[in-house]
T-cell receptor
């Protein structure tokens, strides 16, 4: 069954605001990754957080991981119109050599 | 400069036809993947090859046959196309099949079966 469920399904904010997306998963994992997909394009890797890490930063992105709750969040600070895209979490379960993607959050940032 | 490329970008065909999608990566990666993204944006792995050998086959109908002539190429051939095959197909690659590797995606091939 699908590993990741994302929340919210859609998020609409103004430029300059922060955007928070959440991902929940069902089984133990080695790593969790976040990807961005612009409309009509392929996915682009944003950040990877390992199961022994709790927080990671990359530019305006902040990712947290709570393995006890089997959840992760992606925070985009000071959002820009160019951040408009779908965001997916992806997990790789212990012992499995594949990524399982979540349902995605569609983010719309209005100027 | 394109890292992972796919052809064609769009493919419109009738039920029952056979079609192929090609993928090439110039990143020197050992592992390549095919994913299917449905109309609800749900992305699911179909196949994975490592150094030309099949390592993941995700219960895909045998009408779908991947072929990897070398580790830089992974093609997908689909026989007897059905309406339900309509989707966007993405090729991806990673340095190796180990966990914790980021994947690089191609631009996708939008397949429409009529």
């Amino acid at each position: 069954s699908q590993q990741g469920e994302e929340d919210p399904q859609a998020l609409s904010i103004q430029e300059g605001e922060n955007a928070t997306m959440n991902c929940s998963y069902k089984t133990s994992i080695n790593n969790l990754q976040w990807y961005r997909q612009n409309s009509g394009r392929g996915l682009v890797h944003l950040i990877l957080i390992r199961s022994n890490e709790r927080e990671k930063h990359s530019g305006r992105l902040r990712v947290t991981l709570d393995t006890s709750k089997k959840s992760s969040s992606l925070l985009i600070t000071a959002s820009r119109a160019a951040d408009t895209a779908s965001y997916f979490c992806a997990t790789d379960r212990s012992g499995f050599q594949k990524l399982v993607f979540g349902t995605g959050t569609r983010l719309l940032v209005s100027p | 400069d394109t890292a992972v490329s796919q052809t064609p970008k769009y493919l419109v065909t009738q039920m029952g036809n056979d079609k192929s999608i090609k993928c090439e990566q110039n990143l020197g990666h050992d592992t390549m993947y095919w994913y299917k993204q449905d109309s609800k944006k749900f992305l699911k792995i179909m196949f994975s090859y490592n150094n030309k050998e099949l390592i993941i086959n995700e219960t895909v109908p045998n009408r779908f046959s991947p072929k990897s002539p070398d580790k830089a190429h992974l093609n997908l051939h689909i026989n007897s196309l059905e309406l339900g095959d309509s989707a966007v197909y993405f090729c991806a690659s990673s340095q190796d099949p180990g966990t914790g590797r980021e994947q690089y995606f191609g631009p996708g091939t939008r397949l429409t079966v009529t």
